[in-house]
Protein backbone atom coordinates (compact mmCIF):
# COMPACT_ATOMS: atom_id res chain seq x y z
CA UNK A 1 0.00 0.00 0.00
CA UNK A 2 1.22 3.73 -1.11
CA UNK A 3 1.04 6.35 1.66
CA UNK A 4 0.97 10.22 0.52
CA UNK A 5 2.95 12.64 2.24
CA UNK A 6 1.49 15.91 1.93
CA UNK A 7 4.51 18.77 3.47
CA UNK A 8 3.48 22.22 4.49
CA UNK A 9 3.97 24.99 7.54
CA UNK A 10 1.00 26.71 9.62
CA UNK A 11 0.35 30.17 8.24
CA UNK A 12 -0.19 32.68 10.50
CA UNK A 13 -4.06 33.79 9.28
CA UNK A 14 -4.64 30.18 10.93
CA UNK A 15 -3.34 30.42 14.07
CA UNK A 16 -5.91 32.06 16.85
CA UNK A 17 -6.15 33.71 20.12
CA UNK A 18 -5.10 30.76 21.71
CA UNK A 19 -1.81 31.20 19.86
CA UNK A 20 -2.32 27.81 17.90
CA UNK A 21 -3.89 26.58 14.92
CA UNK A 22 -7.58 27.12 14.73
CA UNK A 23 -9.51 23.37 15.52
CA UNK A 24 -11.46 24.28 11.69
CA UNK A 25 -7.98 24.86 10.11
CA UNK A 26 -7.20 20.87 10.31
CA UNK A 27 -10.12 20.14 7.52
CA UNK A 28 -8.23 22.64 5.27
CA UNK A 29 -5.61 21.24 5.87
CA UNK A 30 -6.48 17.22 5.25
CA UNK A 31 -8.38 19.19 2.10
CA UNK A 32 -4.81 20.09 1.26
CA UNK A 33 -3.63 16.52 1.44
CA UNK A 34 -6.35 14.36 -0.23
CA UNK A 35 -5.79 16.74 -3.04
CA UNK A 36 -2.51 16.67 -3.43
CA UNK A 37 -2.77 12.98 -3.37
CA UNK A 38 -4.92 12.90 -6.10
CA UNK A 39 -2.91 15.49 -8.24
CA UNK A 40 0.28 13.34 -7.15
CA UNK A 41 -1.75 10.21 -8.68
CA UNK A 42 -2.28 11.65 -11.98
CA UNK A 43 -5.69 13.09 -11.22
CA UNK A 44 -6.19 16.26 -10.08
CA UNK A 45 -9.60 17.27 -8.55
CA UNK A 46 -10.04 20.04 -10.55
CA UNK A 47 -10.29 17.75 -13.72
CA UNK A 48 -13.06 15.60 -11.24
CA UNK A 49 -14.51 18.36 -10.94
CA UNK A 50 -14.38 19.63 -14.97
CA UNK A 51 -16.12 16.26 -15.89
CA UNK A 52 -19.14 16.84 -13.63
CA UNK A 53 -18.07 15.01 -10.28
CA UNK A 54 -18.14 16.86 -7.12
CA UNK A 55 -17.17 14.91 -3.98
CA UNK A 56 -18.28 16.31 -0.71
CA UNK A 57 -17.33 15.50 2.18
CA UNK A 58 -20.15 13.81 4.07
CA UNK A 59 -18.33 12.85 7.25
CA UNK A 60 -15.48 14.04 9.03
CA UNK A 61 -13.91 13.20 12.48
CA UNK A 62 -10.81 14.61 14.03
CA UNK A 63 -8.56 13.85 16.51
CA UNK A 64 -6.41 16.52 18.42
CA UNK A 65 -3.68 15.85 19.95
CA UNK A 66 -1.52 18.57 20.28
CA UNK A 67 -1.62 22.52 19.44
CA UNK A 68 0.59 23.60 17.00
CA UNK A 69 1.45 27.54 16.61
CA UNK A 70 2.67 29.97 13.63
CA UNK A 71 5.64 28.61 11.22
CA UNK A 72 5.50 25.07 12.56
CA UNK A 73 6.28 22.67 9.93
CA UNK A 74 4.19 19.71 9.75
CA UNK A 75 3.49 16.58 7.19
CA UNK A 76 0.32 14.56 6.53
CA UNK A 77 0.17 10.94 6.05
CA UNK A 78 -2.99 10.01 4.15
CA UNK A 79 -4.29 6.54 3.12
CA UNK A 80 -7.34 5.14 1.99
CA UNK A 81 -9.67 3.48 4.25
CA UNK A 82 -11.76 2.12 1.77
CA UNK A 83 -13.50 2.92 -1.55
CA UNK A 84 -16.85 1.92 -2.51
CA UNK A 85 -19.12 2.52 -5.69
CA UNK A 86 -20.12 5.84 -4.47
CA UNK A 87 -18.15 7.06 -1.55
CA UNK A 88 -14.09 7.20 -0.65
CA UNK A 89 -12.95 7.22 3.38
CA UNK A 90 -9.63 8.71 3.61
CA UNK A 91 -7.87 8.66 6.80
CA UNK A 92 -5.34 11.03 7.64
CA UNK A 93 -2.06 11.40 10.23
CA UNK A 94 -0.44 14.86 10.89
CA UNK A 95 3.14 15.00 12.26
CA UNK A 96 5.78 17.85 13.08
CA UNK A 97 9.25 17.09 11.95
CA UNK A 98 9.96 15.59 15.22
CA UNK A 99 7.16 12.67 14.52
CA UNK A 100 4.83 14.21 17.29
CA UNK A 101 1.33 13.38 16.09
CA UNK A 102 -0.86 17.02 16.16
CA UNK A 103 -4.04 15.49 14.86
CA UNK A 104 -5.84 12.31 13.13
CA UNK A 105 -8.43 12.16 11.47
CA UNK A 106 -10.40 10.67 8.57
CA UNK A 107 -13.13 12.09 5.94
CA UNK A 108 -15.77 10.38 3.84
CA UNK A 109 -16.83 11.68 0.58
CA UNK A 110 -19.63 10.85 -1.71
CA UNK A 111 -19.56 11.67 -5.39
CA UNK A 112 -21.96 13.51 -6.62
CA UNK A 113 -23.25 14.84 -9.92
CA UNK A 114 -22.40 18.69 -10.04
CA UNK A 115 -25.91 19.12 -11.35
CA UNK A 116 -28.51 17.35 -10.49
CA UNK A 117 -26.33 16.55 -6.68
CA UNK A 118 -27.67 13.15 -7.54
CA UNK A 119 -25.24 9.83 -6.13
CA UNK A 120 -23.06 8.98 -9.18
CA UNK A 121 -20.53 6.51 -9.38
CA UNK A 122 -16.77 7.46 -8.67
CA UNK A 123 -14.93 7.63 -11.83
CA UNK A 124 -12.79 4.83 -12.93
CA UNK A 125 -9.98 6.60 -13.85
CA UNK A 126 -10.36 8.03 -10.49
CA UNK A 127 -10.65 4.86 -8.68
CA UNK A 128 -7.32 3.37 -10.46
CA UNK A 129 -4.90 6.15 -9.70
CA UNK A 130 -6.82 5.58 -5.84
CA UNK A 131 -6.45 1.80 -5.54
CA UNK A 132 -2.68 1.96 -4.78
CA UNK A 133 -3.61 4.44 -1.69
CA UNK A 134 -6.41 1.43 -0.27
CA UNK A 135 -5.44 0.31 2.99
CA UNK A 136 -5.28 -3.89 2.77
CA UNK A 137 -8.24 -5.27 5.19
CA UNK A 138 -7.59 -6.39 8.29
CA UNK B 1 -32.81 19.97 30.13
CA UNK B 2 -32.56 23.57 28.11
CA UNK B 3 -31.28 23.27 24.17
CA UNK B 4 -29.55 26.56 23.19
CA UNK B 5 -30.82 27.90 19.64
CA UNK B 6 -28.63 29.22 18.20
CA UNK B 7 -29.58 31.77 14.63
CA UNK B 8 -27.40 32.89 11.79
CA UNK B 9 -27.25 32.59 7.82
CA UNK B 10 -24.42 31.73 5.27
CA UNK B 11 -21.50 34.33 4.73
CA UNK B 12 -20.53 34.68 1.00
CA UNK B 13 -17.11 34.65 2.38
CA UNK B 14 -18.05 31.09 3.84
CA UNK B 15 -18.88 29.39 0.82
CA UNK B 16 -16.39 27.23 -1.91
CA UNK B 17 -16.65 27.00 -5.64
CA UNK B 18 -18.94 23.96 -5.13
CA UNK B 19 -21.61 26.92 -4.19
CA UNK B 20 -22.25 25.61 -1.06
CA UNK B 21 -20.40 26.38 2.60
CA UNK B 22 -17.30 24.59 2.96
CA UNK B 23 -16.77 21.83 5.00
CA UNK B 24 -14.40 23.45 7.89
CA UNK B 25 -16.94 26.38 8.47
CA UNK B 26 -19.45 24.29 10.21
CA UNK B 27 -16.38 23.50 12.95
CA UNK B 28 -17.01 27.88 12.82
CA UNK B 29 -20.48 27.66 13.36
CA UNK B 30 -20.70 24.94 15.93
CA UNK B 31 -17.95 26.99 17.74
CA UNK B 32 -20.41 30.26 17.41
CA UNK B 33 -23.23 28.01 18.79
CA UNK B 34 -21.40 27.13 21.72
CA UNK B 35 -20.03 30.63 22.50
CA UNK B 36 -23.27 31.58 22.38
CA UNK B 37 -24.83 29.26 24.27
CA UNK B 38 -22.35 30.02 27.22
CA UNK B 39 -22.62 33.83 26.90
CA UNK B 40 -26.22 33.51 27.10
CA UNK B 41 -25.81 31.27 30.20
CA UNK B 42 -24.52 34.09 31.73
CA UNK B 43 -20.30 33.00 31.89
CA UNK B 44 -19.23 34.47 28.38
CA UNK B 45 -15.85 32.49 27.17
CA UNK B 46 -13.66 35.51 27.02
CA UNK B 47 -14.55 35.56 30.80
CA UNK B 48 -13.13 31.94 31.10
CA UNK B 49 -10.22 32.35 29.47
CA UNK B 50 -9.90 35.60 31.61
CA UNK B 51 -9.57 33.62 34.30
CA UNK B 52 -6.63 31.89 32.49
CA UNK B 53 -8.32 28.33 31.53
CA UNK B 54 -8.84 27.67 28.19
CA UNK B 55 -11.05 24.81 26.19
CA UNK B 56 -9.65 23.50 23.20
CA UNK B 57 -11.32 21.43 20.61
CA UNK B 58 -9.79 17.71 21.77
CA UNK B 59 -12.01 15.52 19.52
CA UNK B 60 -14.83 16.72 16.87
CA UNK B 61 -17.32 14.61 14.33
CA UNK B 62 -19.42 15.78 11.61
CA UNK B 63 -21.77 14.63 9.45
CA UNK B 64 -22.43 16.50 6.14
CA UNK B 65 -26.35 15.89 5.91
CA UNK B 66 -26.89 18.72 3.07
CA UNK B 67 -25.22 21.39 1.56
CA UNK B 68 -26.94 24.48 1.72
CA UNK B 69 -25.08 27.91 -0.13
CA UNK B 70 -25.08 31.72 0.19
CA UNK B 71 -27.57 33.79 2.21
CA UNK B 72 -29.88 30.72 3.26
CA UNK B 73 -30.65 31.63 7.44
CA UNK B 74 -29.95 28.48 10.17
CA UNK B 75 -30.14 27.53 13.19
CA UNK B 76 -27.63 25.41 15.53
CA UNK B 77 -29.48 23.73 18.66
CA UNK B 78 -27.09 22.90 21.04
CA UNK B 79 -26.94 20.89 24.61
CA UNK B 80 -24.20 18.93 26.37
CA UNK B 81 -23.91 14.95 26.20
CA UNK B 82 -21.57 14.99 29.13
CA UNK B 83 -20.03 17.29 31.61
CA UNK B 84 -17.04 15.69 33.49
CA UNK B 85 -13.76 16.61 35.50
CA UNK B 86 -11.37 17.87 33.10
CA UNK B 87 -14.21 18.04 30.27
CA UNK B 88 -17.42 18.75 28.18
CA UNK B 89 -19.01 17.30 24.94
CA UNK B 90 -21.41 19.29 23.00
CA UNK B 91 -24.00 18.39 20.54
CA UNK B 92 -24.90 19.97 17.51
CA UNK B 93 -27.89 19.98 15.19
CA UNK B 94 -28.12 22.39 12.78
CA UNK B 95 -31.37 23.12 10.84
CA UNK B 96 -32.86 25.74 7.90
CA UNK B 97 -36.09 27.48 9.14
CA UNK B 98 -37.63 23.92 7.20
CA UNK B 99 -36.47 22.26 9.45
CA UNK B 100 -34.10 20.47 7.00
CA UNK B 101 -31.10 19.15 9.15
CA UNK B 102 -28.34 20.31 7.59
CA UNK B 103 -25.26 19.36 9.53
CA UNK B 104 -24.89 17.12 13.17
CA UNK B 105 -22.02 16.90 14.88
CA UNK B 106 -20.16 16.76 18.14
CA UNK B 107 -16.93 18.54 19.93
CA UNK B 108 -15.40 17.05 23.26
CA UNK B 109 -12.82 20.21 24.80
CA UNK B 110 -10.45 19.48 27.46
CA UNK B 111 -10.22 22.43 30.11
CA UNK B 112 -6.38 23.11 30.31
CA UNK B 113 -4.80 25.82 32.12
CA UNK B 114 -3.78 28.24 29.87
CA UNK B 115 0.16 29.44 30.86
CA UNK B 116 1.25 25.70 31.66
CA UNK B 117 -1.06 23.77 29.11
CA UNK B 118 -1.94 21.08 32.04
CA UNK B 119 -5.61 19.74 32.27
CA UNK B 120 -7.09 21.59 34.81
CA UNK B 121 -11.13 21.38 36.51
CA UNK B 122 -13.90 22.91 34.96
CA UNK B 123 -14.49 25.80 36.56
CA UNK B 124 -17.44 25.70 38.87
CA UNK B 125 -19.02 28.74 37.60
CA UNK B 126 -18.62 27.46 34.31
CA UNK B 127 -20.24 23.96 35.52
CA UNK B 128 -23.43 26.06 37.35
CA UNK B 129 -24.48 27.48 34.08
CA UNK B 130 -23.68 24.72 31.86
CA UNK B 131 -25.50 22.18 34.44
CA UNK B 132 -28.94 22.86 32.41
CA UNK B 133 -27.81 21.76 29.25
CA UNK B 134 -26.69 18.30 30.15
CA UNK B 135 -29.16 15.60 28.47
CA UNK B 136 -30.16 13.37 30.60
CA UNK B 137 -28.56 9.98 31.23
CA UNK B 138 -30.05 7.14 28.43
CA UNK C 1 -28.39 60.41 2.31
CA UNK C 2 -29.28 57.01 4.28
CA UNK C 3 -26.46 54.98 6.33
CA UNK C 4 -26.91 51.01 6.82
CA UNK C 5 -26.07 49.88 10.10
CA UNK C 6 -24.58 46.22 10.34
CA UNK C 7 -23.85 45.07 13.91
CA UNK C 8 -21.99 41.85 14.69
CA UNK C 9 -19.05 40.84 17.27
CA UNK C 10 -15.72 39.19 16.35
CA UNK C 11 -16.10 35.42 16.36
CA UNK C 12 -13.01 33.33 18.03
CA UNK C 13 -12.27 32.01 14.56
CA UNK C 14 -11.56 35.28 13.33
CA UNK C 15 -8.60 36.34 15.87
CA UNK C 16 -4.46 35.12 14.76
CA UNK C 17 -1.68 34.47 17.39
CA UNK C 18 -1.82 38.37 18.43
CA UNK C 19 -5.30 38.09 19.69
CA UNK C 20 -6.91 40.26 17.50
CA UNK C 21 -9.01 40.05 14.79
CA UNK C 22 -6.79 39.36 11.59
CA UNK C 23 -6.67 41.67 9.34
CA UNK C 24 -7.27 39.61 5.98
CA UNK C 25 -11.11 39.20 8.31
CA UNK C 26 -11.84 42.75 8.18
CA UNK C 27 -12.83 42.58 4.29
CA UNK C 28 -15.45 39.87 5.59
CA UNK C 29 -16.98 42.41 7.29
CA UNK C 30 -17.19 44.56 5.11
CA UNK C 31 -18.48 42.30 2.74
CA UNK C 32 -21.32 41.18 5.34
CA UNK C 33 -22.25 44.79 5.81
CA UNK C 34 -22.40 45.47 2.02
CA UNK C 35 -24.55 42.21 1.64
CA UNK C 36 -26.75 43.22 4.68
CA UNK C 37 -26.97 46.58 3.31
CA UNK C 38 -28.52 45.49 -0.44
CA UNK C 39 -30.79 42.95 1.56
CA UNK C 40 -31.89 45.16 3.66
CA UNK C 41 -32.88 47.59 0.84
CA UNK C 42 -35.26 44.90 -0.91
CA UNK C 43 -32.61 43.09 -3.32
CA UNK C 44 -30.38 40.43 -1.79
CA UNK C 45 -27.46 39.78 -3.44
CA UNK C 46 -28.52 36.28 -3.73
CA UNK C 47 -31.12 37.45 -5.72
CA UNK C 48 -28.75 39.67 -8.11
CA UNK C 49 -26.72 36.44 -8.48
CA UNK C 50 -29.45 34.61 -9.53
CA UNK C 51 -30.49 36.84 -12.36
CA UNK C 52 -27.09 36.51 -14.15
CA UNK C 53 -24.99 39.36 -12.69
CA UNK C 54 -22.04 39.33 -10.38
CA UNK C 55 -20.40 41.68 -8.47
CA UNK C 56 -16.49 41.02 -7.29
CA UNK C 57 -14.46 43.21 -6.00
CA UNK C 58 -11.92 45.02 -8.10
CA UNK C 59 -10.21 47.34 -6.14
CA UNK C 60 -10.35 47.39 -1.64
CA UNK C 61 -8.85 49.66 0.90
CA UNK C 62 -8.13 49.28 4.30
CA UNK C 63 -6.90 51.87 7.27
CA UNK C 64 -6.52 49.56 10.32
CA UNK C 65 -6.88 52.12 13.76
CA UNK C 66 -7.20 49.87 16.52
CA UNK C 67 -7.00 46.23 17.29
CA UNK C 68 -10.09 44.26 18.70
CA UNK C 69 -10.36 40.82 19.73
CA UNK C 70 -12.38 38.09 20.65
CA UNK C 71 -16.08 38.98 21.48
CA UNK C 72 -16.17 42.56 20.64
CA UNK C 73 -19.29 43.65 19.47
CA UNK C 74 -19.16 46.67 16.49
CA UNK C 75 -21.49 48.13 13.75
CA UNK C 76 -20.42 49.36 10.12
CA UNK C 77 -21.48 52.24 8.97
CA UNK C 78 -22.15 51.74 4.91
CA UNK C 79 -22.69 54.50 1.82
CA UNK C 80 -21.68 54.62 -1.66
CA UNK C 81 -18.83 56.81 -2.48
CA UNK C 82 -20.49 56.85 -6.12
CA UNK C 83 -22.65 54.50 -8.24
CA UNK C 84 -21.72 54.43 -12.20
CA UNK C 85 -22.99 52.38 -15.57
CA UNK C 86 -20.66 49.30 -14.59
CA UNK C 87 -19.36 50.13 -11.23
CA UNK C 88 -20.11 50.89 -7.33
CA UNK C 89 -17.67 52.12 -4.79
CA UNK C 90 -18.41 51.73 -0.96
CA UNK C 91 -17.34 53.18 2.11
CA UNK C 92 -16.81 51.49 5.45
CA UNK C 93 -16.52 52.84 8.98
CA UNK C 94 -16.38 50.20 11.98
CA UNK C 95 -16.72 51.18 15.65
CA UNK C 96 -16.96 49.72 18.36
CA UNK C 97 -20.09 50.25 21.28
CA UNK C 98 -17.77 53.42 22.74
CA UNK C 99 -18.02 54.89 19.26
CA UNK C 100 -14.07 53.70 18.75
CA UNK C 101 -13.62 54.22 14.90
CA UNK C 102 -11.43 50.16 14.53
CA UNK C 103 -10.80 50.24 11.05
CA UNK C 104 -12.11 52.65 7.86
CA UNK C 105 -12.16 51.04 4.21
CA UNK C 106 -13.25 51.07 0.86
CA UNK C 107 -14.50 48.78 -2.01
CA UNK C 108 -14.87 49.29 -5.65
CA UNK C 109 -17.35 46.32 -7.68
CA UNK C 110 -17.44 46.09 -11.44
CA UNK C 111 -20.81 44.36 -12.37
CA UNK C 112 -20.09 41.60 -14.30
CA UNK C 113 -21.61 38.74 -16.67
CA UNK C 114 -21.71 35.40 -14.53
CA UNK C 115 -21.23 33.76 -17.97
CA UNK C 116 -19.24 35.65 -19.64
CA UNK C 117 -17.39 37.49 -17.23
CA UNK C 118 -17.80 41.05 -19.43
CA UNK C 119 -18.10 44.13 -18.00
CA UNK C 120 -22.57 44.25 -17.45
CA UNK C 121 -24.48 47.75 -16.52
CA UNK C 122 -25.33 47.66 -13.14
CA UNK C 123 -29.38 46.10 -13.06
CA UNK C 124 -31.50 49.24 -12.89
CA UNK C 125 -33.42 47.65 -9.70
CA UNK C 126 -30.56 47.63 -7.69
CA UNK C 127 -29.49 50.94 -8.81
CA UNK C 128 -32.96 52.04 -7.42
CA UNK C 129 -32.67 50.32 -4.03
CA UNK C 130 -29.00 51.86 -3.34
CA UNK C 131 -29.36 55.44 -4.52
CA UNK C 132 -30.43 56.72 -1.24
CA UNK C 133 -27.19 55.36 0.39
CA UNK C 134 -25.38 57.49 -2.34
CA UNK C 135 -22.98 60.34 -0.93
CA UNK C 136 -23.75 63.53 -2.06
CA UNK C 137 -20.96 65.05 -3.84
CA UNK C 138 -18.73 67.76 -2.40
CA UNK D 1 17.00 45.62 -5.32
CA UNK D 2 16.26 42.12 -4.61
CA UNK D 3 12.58 40.77 -5.14
CA UNK D 4 11.26 38.14 -3.69
CA UNK D 5 9.48 35.41 -5.48
CA UNK D 6 6.75 33.20 -3.51
CA UNK D 7 5.42 30.46 -4.81
CA UNK D 8 2.38 28.54 -4.20
CA UNK D 9 -1.40 27.36 -5.93
CA UNK D 10 -4.91 28.46 -4.83
CA UNK D 11 -6.49 26.06 -2.19
CA UNK D 12 -10.04 25.22 -2.28
CA UNK D 13 -11.06 26.17 0.92
CA UNK D 14 -10.15 29.31 -0.60
CA UNK D 15 -12.11 29.91 -3.46
CA UNK D 16 -15.61 30.70 -3.14
CA UNK D 17 -19.27 30.75 -4.74
CA UNK D 18 -18.07 32.57 -7.90
CA UNK D 19 -15.98 29.93 -8.74
CA UNK D 20 -12.89 32.20 -7.72
CA UNK D 21 -10.43 33.26 -4.63
CA UNK D 22 -12.19 35.22 -2.13
CA UNK D 23 -11.28 38.95 -2.15
CA UNK D 24 -10.04 38.55 1.24
CA UNK D 25 -7.90 35.76 0.75
CA UNK D 26 -5.45 37.79 -1.32
CA UNK D 27 -4.15 39.18 1.96
CA UNK D 28 -3.54 36.32 3.45
CA UNK D 29 -1.63 35.12 0.26
CA UNK D 30 0.69 38.42 0.75
CA UNK D 31 1.09 37.87 4.73
CA UNK D 32 2.40 34.34 3.18
CA UNK D 33 4.60 36.23 0.95
CA UNK D 34 5.83 38.92 3.55
CA UNK D 35 6.80 36.16 5.88
CA UNK D 36 8.70 33.62 3.69
CA UNK D 37 10.38 37.03 2.90
CA UNK D 38 11.50 37.72 6.39
CA UNK D 39 12.25 34.01 6.94
CA UNK D 40 14.50 33.78 3.20
CA UNK D 41 16.45 36.63 4.70
CA UNK D 42 17.61 34.76 7.79
CA UNK D 43 14.98 36.58 10.24
CA UNK D 44 11.91 35.00 10.27
CA UNK D 45 8.54 36.66 11.88
CA UNK D 46 8.16 33.57 14.46
CA UNK D 47 11.95 35.07 16.21
CA UNK D 48 10.81 38.94 15.75
CA UNK D 49 7.46 38.17 17.60
CA UNK D 50 9.35 35.94 20.36
CA UNK D 51 11.56 39.10 20.60
CA UNK D 52 8.58 40.87 21.54
CA UNK D 53 8.11 42.83 18.61
CA UNK D 54 4.66 42.87 16.58
CA UNK D 55 4.54 44.20 12.96
CA UNK D 56 0.34 44.76 12.84
CA UNK D 57 -1.06 46.00 9.32
CA UNK D 58 -1.72 49.28 9.35
CA UNK D 59 -2.87 50.23 5.60
CA UNK D 60 -3.35 47.78 2.84
CA UNK D 61 -4.62 48.17 -0.60
CA UNK D 62 -5.56 46.08 -3.20
CA UNK D 63 -6.27 45.93 -7.23
CA UNK D 64 -7.56 42.69 -7.95
CA UNK D 65 -7.27 42.38 -12.11
CA UNK D 66 -8.46 38.86 -12.71
CA UNK D 67 -9.84 36.13 -11.02
CA UNK D 68 -8.50 32.68 -10.61
CA UNK D 69 -10.41 29.41 -9.62
CA UNK D 70 -8.72 26.19 -7.82
CA UNK D 71 -5.47 25.08 -8.30
CA UNK D 72 -3.81 27.58 -9.95
CA UNK D 73 -0.41 28.58 -9.51
CA UNK D 74 0.84 31.48 -9.14
CA UNK D 75 3.53 33.93 -8.17
CA UNK D 76 3.95 36.81 -5.84
CA UNK D 77 7.01 39.26 -6.52
CA UNK D 78 7.37 41.10 -3.14
CA UNK D 79 9.63 44.45 -2.64
CA UNK D 80 10.31 46.99 0.24
CA UNK D 81 8.48 50.56 -0.97
CA UNK D 82 10.04 51.96 2.17
CA UNK D 83 11.19 51.62 5.56
CA UNK D 84 11.13 53.94 8.45
CA UNK D 85 11.95 53.99 11.86
CA UNK D 86 8.65 52.31 13.33
CA UNK D 87 7.01 51.13 9.51
CA UNK D 88 7.74 49.21 6.73
CA UNK D 89 5.63 49.15 3.69
CA UNK D 90 5.10 46.23 1.31
CA UNK D 91 4.33 46.02 -2.32
CA UNK D 92 3.24 43.02 -4.36
CA UNK D 93 2.40 41.75 -7.61
CA UNK D 94 0.89 38.60 -8.19
CA UNK D 95 1.23 36.46 -11.15
CA UNK D 96 0.12 33.02 -12.72
CA UNK D 97 2.73 30.98 -14.55
CA UNK D 98 1.94 33.10 -18.06
CA UNK D 99 2.83 35.75 -16.51
CA UNK D 100 -0.58 37.43 -15.88
CA UNK D 101 -0.86 39.70 -13.16
CA UNK D 102 -4.09 38.27 -10.93
CA UNK D 103 -4.05 41.68 -8.38
CA UNK D 104 -1.18 43.89 -7.22
CA UNK D 105 -1.37 45.61 -3.46
CA UNK D 106 0.79 47.09 -0.68
CA UNK D 107 0.39 46.93 2.83
CA UNK D 108 1.77 49.25 5.32
CA UNK D 109 2.79 47.59 8.82
CA UNK D 110 4.08 49.44 12.42
CA UNK D 111 6.35 47.80 14.55
CA UNK D 112 4.76 47.60 18.23
CA UNK D 113 5.63 46.42 21.27
CA UNK D 114 4.09 43.57 22.09
CA UNK D 115 3.04 43.99 25.55
CA UNK D 116 2.14 47.46 25.64
CA UNK D 117 1.16 48.12 22.09
CA UNK D 118 2.79 51.08 21.96
CA UNK D 119 5.14 51.90 18.80
CA UNK D 120 8.50 50.10 18.54
CA UNK D 121 11.52 50.87 16.96
CA UNK D 122 12.21 48.14 13.48
CA UNK D 123 14.75 45.94 15.23
CA UNK D 124 18.22 46.48 13.76
CA UNK D 125 18.84 42.80 12.80
CA UNK D 126 15.30 42.83 11.11
CA UNK D 127 16.33 45.80 9.64
CA UNK D 128 19.79 44.81 8.06
CA UNK D 129 18.14 41.31 6.57
CA UNK D 130 14.74 43.84 4.98
CA UNK D 131 17.81 46.61 3.56
CA UNK D 132 18.40 44.11 0.04
CA UNK D 133 14.71 44.73 -0.57
CA UNK D 134 14.10 48.41 -0.55
CA UNK D 135 12.85 49.41 -4.05
CA UNK D 136 15.32 52.72 -4.62
CA UNK D 137 13.72 56.50 -4.66
CA UNK D 138 12.34 57.64 -7.72
Redesign the interface.
Known sequence: MKQHIYESRV???E??????V????Y??YF??AR?DLV?AAGY???KV?AEGI?F?????????KK?I???VRFRIVTTIAYMRHVSVKFNYTMLTDDDTVVCTGS?VHAALDRNT?DFADVPDRLREVLQPYVEPRR
Open positions: RYATDAMGFHNSKLVEETRPYSEIPVSEAKLEYPGYDTL
